[in-house]
């Protein structure tokens, strides 16, 4: 059951989270495309309704309960199910806040045919993960439920349906059952009390404009969910869930009329509400008539950002080709203005980290235009005035003709690549995609219909009609915006200040763009290709290698698995520790370094300028044992791709005032981080784990960035990564080896290189040992307890094999124990690790985050689920539900090119840490309680054991 869908609406859309540093452009919108097969359509008029693919078989039963089923084989012998509720949070009454969350988890928790528990046990036994497979989430509008399964047996498939039926009307919501989830959903609660939702809780009720959603957070509040009756709870159920407000969707390797069929059968019998109570459309958010602005400090905030709403405003129906079109024009917007943001990024001073600008959906039925920019120590003023002004420019005088031809550009690439997979696509986005058509009318035309509409329409737009469009989207006469300021501190900042800069602005002489030039290729010149030495194929594993004379190795690998995809990996023994503490931060941030100054003749800037409009990316990574290339691309991109990893091999830039600027952020950045008291404790964890060694990875600090050189950064680079020597390259995808032969012969068989070993370093970096019992006072919310047991071995993939069964295990039992019957935690973990370099070495590790008073009782359960493993071992039904899964999870795992590129790459790396498939079956299901036992006594023995406790400060004195 996932955490309320209040994150995923509003996070995502209206207080975008920021990827880390160093990826610094964020995704311009791109509408979900329905992945099928039709026929190209002529051009239809605006007005005309979108169509939905046909090979949608839906239907409405009598009751009202909708349905869609769609065949789809992939991932192969799965389907995905799904009961979607037209119900979320902004239905409850002001008794019931937290209501449609809470009956979200009670579906889980008891229905008449699966009383407490059996339903996850259940759906366990059959190889479906909880909260990886099985899952659920409430947002203010909708309910829905998620439930992957396999369909080999046509028994689980029946069960599966069943289970569809038993959450659209039958929870049993007993008095014992209600009361035992009370204290999981306020664990859940609890869990996310944070800095992020202080402020959200401060800034959603002026963001909308005091309308009904401001006090309909999806979670509730802990006084709400303490107090709510059972009868309150019940009301809601009985209410709002019914058939005319929920949707059966089916998508996978099935068959449509035996489905159909079976819905029928099923779902007939539930009664249609007499007298329901009436469920509106949407409910009003008042639009804001004066311009507004607010400021929310908060200390443990690890990083500030500026949100300028520009306008909430009621949603068009999206059913139409004209609307279909209007989402086009958007994309070419949004992707103008996203570049744009992302050229302020290139100054002396750089005025934010990141910044993205889009018009989108906000809540069912309302959108937005909302520029956000990520700051760490900059003028959140002065960032307000930046995007208070690019808006302004935007509106006043629209985009030019090259931003818009690579615009468009972007978006044809974008639709052709989807194209070409649409017989490739997951049940799971095309069932998520057939929700949204259920619950907002969002077209589900198909793939080959978007396409083709995209090839008549996009072409064809003017300059003119664009910025026609630009205008509109940036503007909604009679609102006003409104500015969020969010930071470990207000910087200055005040709501008047903040009101006033956006005034400033609209009243300010702006002038036009003035664009970049965009440098038409990537190397001066072209490097001569290698010479081929050898070729060597392996049939069994499908794979052809080629050695150069430049001391390159060159495995390809075609598949099918996607038609349009090609992906890049490479990897040798080398890396950070082969350099002395003295240039130790130098190697740390080597490939963000380099990255900030850029490559060849091309900034960072100019570089991604060049890449937007191709469907190829590349980067390097120096880690502490390894040095090692990724990439990918489209089919057609791969010279690209390849290009790049030459320039970014061989050309570093050396460009110290940007290293300087990117330099000054990232100490704002990495300061303003270490306000979270969960990355204190990550911090606080990694240095008691790895006993304060000085070469031990840890969360950097600002004072490190002034040991980075670059000067000596470009060298370090060169010597590394400007000898290809020993390095074996991967590629694996959508290509024919005579089409990437040439190609892979010039740019990577003709890499500069010269004789030299691949090796690491052991610089004696190591877990731990003995007993460690240690707590860190920090923050004002949340506790957590982690327990790592660790320890050396050597490393086979036989005994890996055995751990990861442990982890397994102990994952059911944890959340068994300390989620269902405690309710202490909502989600604790288990993970663990076995590495062979640079000795064999393993960790296991427990997180649970929980109230301060109940750490000491984590702290036993954990002792007590070890101690029973170790002298019980796991039951027949526990090792039945890890290795069903394993086993389900198989196909579809070594179907991708992601699977393929990583064991590749591992096995050219060290064949040692490479595993047969065929071994990996057979061990899997020669699998014994006797092995997971053993395992436990193994690996979880206590000799070496940390207990590490993170408790707010009010609590006690830190030791």
């Not at 996607?562 to 931060?585: C, F, I, P």
Request: include cysteine; glycine fraction near 8%; charged fraction near 25%.
């Amino acid at each position: 059951m996932a955490a309320s869908g209040i994150r995923g609406r509003i996070d995502a859309r209206m207080l975008p989270l920021y990827r880390r540093i160093g990826s610094l452009l964020v995704a311009l919108l791109l509408v979900a495309a329905a992945f099928g097969a039709t026929a190209a359509q002529p051009q239809p008029s605006a007005s005309s309704p979108v169509p939905l693919i046909g090979e949608v078989r839906e239907g409405t039963l009598p009751n009202g309960l909708r349905y869609y089923i769609r065949p789809n084989g992939r991932p192969q012998g799965r389907a995905e199910l799904r009961l979607v509720v037209n119900v979320g949070s902004i239905l409850e009454d002001d008794d019931q806040l937290g209501a449609a969350h809470f009956i979200e988890h009670m579906s889980f928790n008891g229905t008449r045919r699966f009383p407490r528990n059996e339903l996850i046990s259940y759906l366990q036994s059959v190889g479906v993960r909880l909260g990886g497979d099985l899952n659920a989430s409430t947002g203010y509008d909708e309910t829905i439920y998620v439930l992957p399964i396999p369909v080999g047996n046509r028994e689980v498939l029946a069960t599966g349906l069943a289970i569809l039926r038993e959450w659209a009307g039958n929870a049993s919501l007993t008095d014992a059952d209600i009361e035992s989830e009370r204290g999981v959903v306020l664990a859940e609660l609890r869990s996310g009390q944070s800095a992020e939702e202080r402020v959200r809780r401060q800034t959603l009720p002026r963001l909308f404009n005091g309308s009904r959603y401001a006090a309909r957070l999806p979670i509730g509040t802990e006084r709400s969910l303490h107090t709510m009756t059972r009868e309150a709870l019940r009301r809601f159920y009985r209410d709002w869930y019914r058939p005319d407000l929920e949707a059966v969707i089916v998508v996978g390797d099935v068959n449509v009329d035996e489905i159909e069929r079976s819905i029928k059968a099923l779902f007939a019998d539930v009664p249609a509400t007499v007298n329901p109570r009436p469920r509106p459309l949407r409910f009003e958010i008042p639009p804001r008539t004066t311009l507004d602005a607010l400021v929310v400090a908060d200390p443990e905030l690890p990083a500030g950002r500026v949100d300028l709403t520009q306008y909430i405003r009621p949603q068009p129906s999206m059913a139409t080709v004209g609307a279909y079109d209007a989402l086009l024009e958007d994309q070419l917007v949004n992707r103008m203005f996203g570049m744009r943001l992302y050229e302020l990024t290139d100054r002396p001073v750089r005025p934010f980290l990141a910044a993205q600008a889009q018009r989108s959906p906000v809540v069912r039925g309302y959108e937005a235009f909302v520029a956000t920019a990520a700051i760490a120590g900059q003028d959140p003023v002065e960032t307000t005035r930046l995007l208070a002004t690019e808006i302004e420019r935007a509106r006043r005088f629209g985009f030019t003709s090259e931003e818009l031809d690579a615009a468009k550009r972007d978006v044809m690439n974008r639709y052709a690549q989807a194209a070409a997979e649409g017989d490739k696509s997951e049940s799971d986005s095309l069932a998520s995609e057939l929700g949204r058509h259920f619950l907002t009318d969002e077209p589900v035309p198909g793939i080959a219909w978007e396409y083709e509409r995209v090839k008549q329409f996009v072409p064809g737009r003017t300059l003119e009609a664009v910025n026609a469009h630009a205008r509109m989207v940036l503007e909604e006469p009679g609102s006003q915006p409104f500015v969020v300021v969010a930071a470990p501190s207000a910087g200055g900042a005040t709501d008047a200040a903040l009101r006033g800069v956006v005034s400033e602005v609209l009243r300010a002489v702006i002038m036009p763009y003035r664009g970049i030039k965009v440098d038409a290729q990537l190397l001066d010149r072209e490097p001569q290709p290698g010479r081929l030495i050898s070729e060597k194929s392996d049939a069994t594993i499908g794979t052809t290698t080629l050695a150069f004379a430049n001391g390159t190795r060159v495995v390809l690998k075609p598949t099918d698995f996607k038609n349009d995809e090609v992906l890049l990996s490479a990897a040798r023994y080398g890396g950070q520790y082969l350099y002395d503490q003295a240039d130790h931060q130098n190697a740390v941030h080597l490939a963000r370094t380099i990255e900030a100054m850029g490559f060849g003749a091309l900034t960072p800037t100019a570089l991604q300028r060049f890449v937007s409009t191709r469907r190829a990316n590349a980067s390097v990574e120096f880690a502490p044992y390894t040095e090692e290339v990724d990439g990918a691309s489209t089919r057609d991109d791969v010279a690209t791709l390849l290009q790049l990893v030459y320039l970014k091999l061989t050309s570093p830039r050396l460009d110290p005032a940007r290293l300087e600027s990117n330099r000054a952020a990232l100490k704002g950045y990495l300061a303003s981080s270490s306000n979270s008291p969960q990355r204190q404790f990550e911090d606080f964890t990694m240095g008691v784990l790895s006993q304060g060694h000085p070469r031990a990875p840890r969360v950097p600090k600002p004072g490190d960035l002034d040991q980075v050189n670059a000067e000596r950064s470009v060298a370090m680079f060169r010597e590394r990564f400007g000898n290809a020597s020993g390095m074996t390259f991967v590629l694996v995808g959508s290509f024919s080896i005579p089409e990437v032969k040439p190609l892979v012969a010039r740019y990577l068989g003709g890499l500069p290189s010269s004789p030299r070993e691949a090796h690491f370093r052991d610089v004696g970096v190591r877990y731990a040992s003995g007993g460690i019992d240690r707590t860190l006072q920090k923050g004002s919310d949340n506790s957590a307890v982690t327990v790592i047991y660790s320890g050396q071995r050597p490393y086979s993939a036989a005994e890996a094999l055995k751990l990861e069964a442990l982890t397994e295990v102990l994952r059911l039992r944890v959340t068994d124990r300390i989620r269902e019957e405690l309710g202490t935690s909502y989600s604790p973990s288990v993970v663990s690790q076995f590495g062979k370099v640079p000795v064999g070495e393993y960790a296991l590790r427990f997180w649970v985050a929980c109230a301060s008073d109940e750490a000491a009782t984590v702290g036993r359960t954990i002792d007590g689920i070890i101690g029973a493993l170790q002298a019980n071992g796991p039951t027949a039904a526990e090792l039945e539900k890890v290795t069903r899964t394993w086993l389900n999870e198989h196909d579809a795992r070594t179907t991708t090119n992601q699977y393929w590129s990583s064991r590749l790459r591992t096995r050219a790396l060290d064949p040692g840490l490479d595993d047969e498939e065929s071994d990996v079956v057979a061990r899997v299901r020669a699998l014994s309680a006797a092995d997971v036992q053993a395992a436990a006594r193994t690996y979880a023995d206590g000799a070496n054991r940390v207990r590490l406790l993170l408790e707010p400060e009010r609590v006690g004195v830190g030791r």
